[in-house]
């Protein structure tokens, strides 16, 4: 008799990805963690994200979208380059002269990379929504601060055939920027909401301690005092059954003073502004809600559709 065959991480995500390839639910889009998506699954994104405004409406978060490209002095400013320069994006351009386009078109008919022949356009890849919003608020903030909702692309360079991790995604965050007291208090009452929301759209999330993957030895340092600090929660919800700890559909951070000092923002109070937030991943509620309930939402539990705003 042969041994039974133990399912291993790495087949169970790739199952997972090709399922949902063949249904047309994701389209490859030729990279590790690149994907089209079909009409059907942004359908769910949209409800998804109706469920989420309706929860945090009493906020009255004000509105903002940018593009998930900005200036790299702003970039500069977040110290996102020390913590995470792995996971960096940044914008090239061709800027030369007549002469540099015909060298390019030459190397480029040779075969040859013309990669050379760009340089960097002062622009990177936005990796968090929030991150294109702190110049906007250098000055003083009104007392009790300022909410805000933001949603749109992020990238990150993290390569790789789970579905779950892609390199472009979209985030949908409530940002609070204020009083140090008000700041923990936002995350700490809308992670629960999230959390709530998540478990009545029928997943089975919990809250986890969490830590950024800060680069290199320095960061572990880091990361280490980001959860003594308590500063980073993650909604966890199991896609691989036991065999990961699950993956963080969302998360709510407490940012200290960190964009407050580097962007010079002050509290209604006159000290630096503290910010928090809590955000989701759209695609990953997404495919979390589709390896739950399957890969047929018309047939998803009749609670789960309601919840979702549409008919049980
Ligand atoms: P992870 O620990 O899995 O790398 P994270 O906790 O660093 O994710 P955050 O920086 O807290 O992620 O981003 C907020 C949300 O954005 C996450 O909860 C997740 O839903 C989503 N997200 C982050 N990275 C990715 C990714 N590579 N692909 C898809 N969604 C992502
Ligand atoms: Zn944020």
Redesign the pocket.
Known sequence: MSAPVVPDLHSVRNEFRNELLASGLLIDAGKP?LYGRSGLFDDIVDSLDGALTGIMAPLDAERMRFAPVYPKTEFELTDYIVSFPNLTGSINGFTGTDRDHASLITARANGEDWNDWLSPAETMLVP?VCHPLYERLSGSLPVGGRVFDLAGY?F?H?PSSDP????A?R?HEFVYVGEEETAREFRDTWIVRLLVLLQELGLDARTVP?N??FFGRAGRMLARNQLADDL?L??VVPIYGDLDDG?????G?CHGDHFGQSFGILAGDGSVAHGACV???M???TLALLRTHGFEPASWPSDVRKRLGWAA
Request: charged fraction near 30%; proline fraction near 3%; aromatic fraction near 6%.
């Open positions: 963690g968090a992020c990150r993290e779950m991790r892609l390199q995604f985030m969490a950024d993957p980073k993650e909604l993956t963080a559909v969302g998360s951070n955000a989701y991943g695609e990953r509620v």
